[in-house]
């Protein structure tokens, strides 16, 4: 048996014997992050990825915040803070051959053929096989199903495109803006305060602030359900970004 072979054989045995995983890979996350990038600005950044490659005009995560991933945050191994201990819950040996691996050499993600449409589509990274990574990474912690996971990332990434928030940062490309800007289109949608459930992510590159990513808490009984300012798990404190008060919304091309 080939060595890729092998490791596939490993995760399909990992998705079989499912009873193997630890108890503590069951807790049930306090609540979770949809984190969604622009796709121009992380293209800017990481130009040699395949869907940076092929990223045209006219694609649709040109113009809409596109899902990068949807993470359960629970502190599975009772350290006290949620950290990269708290991922890949699969038995052992798959868990480290899994942290260690390419991303080809992970088991294929299956879902039904619309489903799929649907996640290639808002999630460009398809291209180099990142729900594969996902999924491994963070879906086999969130409790659901691989269907169930990714209907609720895509439909939940669909609800924000869809929102004034999502318009306002379309209509910013190529401009530069302030971030209470940004914070206050978003609470336009989902009232005041809720913008203390959003973190946002920038970068420099050559000199510009560009937004990259936005992260947003969801309650676990809020993701299947249309996104809401009850949906929203918020803080009390808003958490900590990376954006200063002016940042770039960064043009496809």
């Not at 999502?166 to 209470?180: C, G, H, L, Q, Y």
Request: charged letters at 25%; one cysteine or more.
């Amino acid at each position: 048996m080939s060595l890729q072979n092998g490791r596939r054989m490993f995760f399909l045995l990992a998705a079989v014997f499912f009873w193997a995983i630890p108890a503590w890979a069951n807790e049930a996350p306090r609540d979770f992050t949809l984190a969604l990038s622009w796709q121009p600005a992380f293209c800017e950044l990481s130009a040699r990825k395949p869907e940076c490659r092929a990223q045209s005009t006219d694609r649709w995560d040109s113009r809409h915040l596109a899902l990068h991933g949807l993470w359960p945050n629970v502190d599975r191994d009772g350290n006290g803070r949620i950290d990269g201990e708290d991922n890949y819950c699969l038995p052992e040996p798959q868990r480290s051959l899994a942290i260690r691996s390419e991303w080809r050499d992970l088991a294929e993600v299956a879902l039904p053929a619309a489903l799929r449409q649907d996640l290639n589509r808002v999630m460009p990274g398809t291209i180099s096989l990142l729900e594969r990574h996902q999924w491994v990474k963070h879906g086999t912690c969130s409790g659901l199903d691989q269907t169930t996971y990714f209907q609720a990332a895509i439909a939940r990434t669909d609800d924000l495109a869809a929102s004034g928030f999502n318009k306002f940062v379309s209509a910013s490309i190529d401009r530069e803006i302030a971030r209470r800007d940004l914070l206050a289109s978003f609470e336009a949608d989902f009232g005041r305060g809720s913008a203390k459930a959003l973190r946002l992510i920038c970068e420099r590159k050559d000199g510009v602030v560009l937004l990259r990513e936005i992260r947003l808490l969801l309650r676990t009984e809020g993701l299947n359900r249309k996104l809401g300012r009850t949906s929203l798990a918020i803080p009390a404190k808003a958490p900590g970004g990376s954006c200063p008060a002016r940042f770039r919304i960064d043009a496809a091309g």
